[in-house]
């Protein structure tokens, strides 16, 4: 999560000033998703510094990937707009163009991955730890079962508590 986090806003710092700089059209599209996406992802971490743990946080991350995948196609779609209706040029450079679709591919890559091993691999793998811890619980449990000390072999302690149980039931 560490690198993909200054990856990633290092990368969108320098894009945007490159896009800044080149007045790309397309930039307009990045910001609403980007406000979008970020209003949602930092009210669920507002209500988790509060205490709350809400359930949406998978669809937060899909709704990231959807945001790159978008981004990768806005990028790969500017490139066939040459030229718009009215003869007039696309307003996004070959350079802007090329440096989005490879910023937004490597971030779909990254969100892609993080998602895998956040909500797949990891439950997967604690599926299998549980699993484990069961048939390893299971296994205490008969051996404990198996090994039970008789009355005589438990503490003094045990004994009393035991027989003032007893008392209690009779």
Same mark, same amino acid.
């Given at each position: 999560v560490m690198?993909?986090?200054?990856?990633?806003?290092?990368?969108v710092l320098l894009y945007c000033w490159h896009s800044y700089a080149e007045r790309n059209a397309s930039g307009l599209w990045f910001i609403a998703m980007? *406000?979008?996406?970020?209003?949602?992802?930092?009210?669920?971490? *507002?209500?988790?510094?509060?205490?709350?743990k809400p359930a949406w946080a998978k669809p937060v991350t899909a709704l990231q990937i959807s945001q790159m995948f978008v981004g990768v196609y806005i990028c790969?779609?500017?490139?066939? *707009?040459v030229e718009e209706e009215g003869g007039e040029a696309c307003s996004?450079?070959?350079?802007?163009?090329?440096?989005?679709?490879?910023?937004?591919?490597?971030?779909?890559?990254? *969100?892609?991955?993080?998602?895998?091993?956040?909500?797949?691999?990891?439950?997967?793998?604690?599926?299998? !730890?549980? !699993?484990?811890?069961?048939?390893?619980?299971e296994e205490q449990s008969?051996?404990?079962?198996?090994?039970?000390?008789?009355?005589?072999?438990?503490p003094a302690e045990s004994n009393n508590d035991s027989q003032e149980t007893r008392k209690k039931i009779r």
């Open positions: 690198f993909l986090h200054w990856y990633h806003h290092i990368t980007n *406000f979008t996406v970020h209003a949602i992802m930092y009210t669920y971490y *507002f209500l988790t510094s509060l205490g709350y790969a779609a500017s490139m066939g *707009f996004v450079t070959p350079a802007s163009q090329k440096a989005g679709l490879l910023m937004y591919a490597s971030y779909f890559v990254l *969100f892609v991955l993080y998602a895998l091993e956040r909500y797949v691999w990891r439950d997967a793998k604690n599926d299998g !730890k549980k !699993k484990t811890e069961n048939v390893k619980e008969n051996d404990v079962e198996e090994s039970a000390p008789t009355q005589k072999q438990q």
